[in-house]
């Protein structure tokens, strides 16, 4: 089938490596950042969480169970203690990384930075963090949370922002809510990325970022129906099909 939109005619597509390569290694871990640069993303999506003693880190979760086989939340230790918790997958280990060390290492590269808003009241930080590192055009901070992100508006209206809408949440109220707070980019969940529903919002205009692709049909429906940019755990993947649909 054809693409809805021509590859010459389309935006960029941007594949952003969710918390890195993440079906291949600890997410949200240096080797899993690199891992999905070394694969050829263009991005990468990341979390922040705020430690016990204010340092802003890179994690998905509420509790560190899952990542770190411990009790608790982030929120719970200091970054000494959470420093040795090792994380695990395929085999593969790393450790917790700042928000800093993030900035530091991907900053310098041709990347887009999504940025996840996780934590309560980290808003002015990461803004403050971004600055320090002048990543204002390369960074997007995205939330699940509009209260987040109209405060990140207000401390830091240069900052580009995206909306995480959970399924079958996005309506003309939603949207002009969004518009009316400085928000440019609408991430929905992958299965409602539709193509009726991808001209509608970018009539409207929003650039489209889906999240929640899980499997390959789920990366195949995004790229074919009119996305900007998912973020994907196997970015090898989906930039192969890219590959072959443009060939
Ligand atoms: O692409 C954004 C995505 O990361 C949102 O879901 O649960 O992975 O933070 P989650
Ligand atoms: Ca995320």
Known sequence: MRNLIEDESRN????????????????????????????????????????????????H??????????PGSVEDYTLEELSVFVMEKCGRRDYIVTLDAFLSAFGRMDLTLAIELKDHDIE????????????????????????????????????????????NAIN??????????GIVELCPYSRDVLPENTRYWHSRGFRIRAWGVSNEEDMRRVYDNGADGTTV???????AYIEQKKA
């Open 233 to 239: 755990n196997f970015p090898d993947k989906l930039l």
């Open 172 to 181: 003309d109220d939603l949207l002009s809510d969004m518009k009316a707070n």
């Open 124 to 167: 002015q930080d990461v803004a403050d963090m971004i600055r320090r590192f002048g990543l204002e055009k390369k960074v997007v901070v995205t939330s699940f949370r509009l209260d987040y992100l109209k405060n990140m508006h207000v401390i830091a209206p240069e900052l580009e922002l995206g909306y995480l809408a959970k399924s």
């Open 61 to 70: 979760d509420d509790t560190v169970e899952r990542m770190m086989h411990r």
């Open 12 to 59: 960029q597509f941007t594949v952003y490596a969710h918390r890195g390569a993440s079906e291949y290694c600890p997410e949200n871990t240096m080797l899993s950042f690199y891992t999905g640069v070394f694969m050829g993303a263009q991005g990468i999506e990341t979390d922040v969480h705020r430690t016990k003693d204010g340092v802003l880190v890179l994690f």
